[in-house]
């Protein structure tokens, strides 16, 4: 009795969490650094503001999200009608495609980008269509000529990008904001837009229908797992979001964390300099062990293993028997890369002890 549409569908989501790699192996990781996570933790303000609020868990949640959005959009120096707060970028990723893709509306992507986007598009109908990275980016020009050629309703980028961590500067998205064929909305998703040079976000301009902005708590902020991010842009367009969105959502601790999140600047710079320190030893081992790091502006480093996806793959399988979750990513050239996430000084200790058996197993 499912729908057609739902029929369709490949019955997976887009990742296997540590966690069923763990039940699967039958014993824990000894370092985390896979997803992307922040391992520096919330703002001990975050964990008080969110204890503080379990008893009062008996109460629905504000589902305007009203101090959260005012907050934000006092830090951003925006109006709160230009925010919208969901279940982090991913859910808002959701209601986006939902309401300006339906089915056979084309969308347009980079091969190899960040999956769960298009697992909304697949799951709303549409139809995505695929620019290759070039030299290890995002290619705007590229994707925004398939824009116009396909007549895309939604263009997706993010800066910096994952998998690879690579960005462009404010002014290549500026120019590509003004090159969207009318009728195509860009996705900006800026997850990582804190740990990035300040040259690489562009200034905000509510005013654009155009541009919706997605930023998140769970990667600087460290609460991945609580589910909040925002989006930001247009009155109109925001607005449109209570069409569809779950409007208890956020949960009451949910709201209060991010909250406390935002008022503690300080961690959030905290975190930024132990995330570029982490980066640079990745960076070390990497080239110690004759690899090449690219230079990354999010909390993870993708490193070149020098070969085809075969070797990365057997390179990250390795890992994964000493302990150490780790991704890579999925399409090529991309995965001649693996995926390092900026650990404690702990787990890259014994990232540095582990990679040379690892690529010693993964040659032939
Ligand atoms: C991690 C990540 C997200 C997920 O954000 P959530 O707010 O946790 O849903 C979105 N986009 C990109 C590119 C990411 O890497």
């Known amino acids: 009795r499912l729908t057609p549409l739902a029929q369709s569908l490949p019955a997976t989501v887009p990742f296997v969490g540590p966690e069923a790699q ?54 951003l120096g925006v109006a709160a009608d230009n925010i919208v707060v969901g279940e982090g970028i991913d859910g808002l990723l959701g209601y986006t495609v939902r309401l300006f893709a339906g089915p056979g509306d084309a969308v347009v992507t ?76 860009l996705i900006l998703d800026e997850a990582y837009g804190e740990f990035a040079p300040a040259s690489t ?26 589910r909040v991010g925002y989006a930001i842009g247009d009155a109109a367009v925001v607005s449109a979001f209570d069409r569809v969105r779950n409007h208890f959502g956020m949960t009451r601790m949910t709201q209060a964390g991010a909250l406390a999140a935002l008022n503690d600047q300080a961690w959030l710079s905290h975190v930024i300099t132990e995330t570029s320190a982490a980066r640079s030893r990745i960076a070390e081992v990497a080239i110690t062990n004759g690899l090449s790091p690219l230079p990354s502006a999010a909390n993870f480093v993708a490193v070149d293993c020098g070969h085809d996806g075969g070797f990365a793959r057997r390179v990250l399988s390795a890992l994964g028997d000493a302990g150490l979750f780790v991704r890579m990513p999925f399409v090529a050239p991309q995965d001649r890369a693996i995926r390092i996430g900026c650990g404690t000084a702990a787990d890259l200790d014994l990232l540095e002890a582990a990679l040379p058996g690892a690529l010693a197993h993964a040659r032939p």
């Open 110 to 185: 980079s091969d190899g980008a960040y999956p769960t986007f298009n697992y909304h598009v697949v799951g709303h109908g549409a139809e995505l269509h695929k620019v290759p990275y070039k030299d290890d980016h995002e290619d705007p020009e590229a994707l925004v000529a398939k824009a116009r050629e396909t007549g895309a309703k939604l263009l997706y980028m993010s800066n910096p990008d994952n998998p690879m961590g690579t960005w462009h500067g404010a002014e290549v998205l500026s120019a590509l904001m003004s090159e969207l064929p009318a009728g195509c909305l």
């Open 201 to 226: 976000l562009p200034p905000l301009d509510t005013s654009n229908p155009q541009v919706l902005r997605f930023r998140t708590f769970s990667k600087a902020y460290g609460m991945a797992g609580a």
């Open 22 to 75: 763990e039940r699967a192996r039958g014993t824990p990781f000894r370092a985390r650094i896979g997803a992307n996570e922040s391992v520096f933790g919330p703002s001990p303000g975050v964990v008080r503001a969110m204890s503080d609020t379990a008893a009062e868990v008996w109460k629905y949640p504000d589902p305007e999200n009203h101090e959260l959005t005012a907050a934000l959009a006092a830090h």
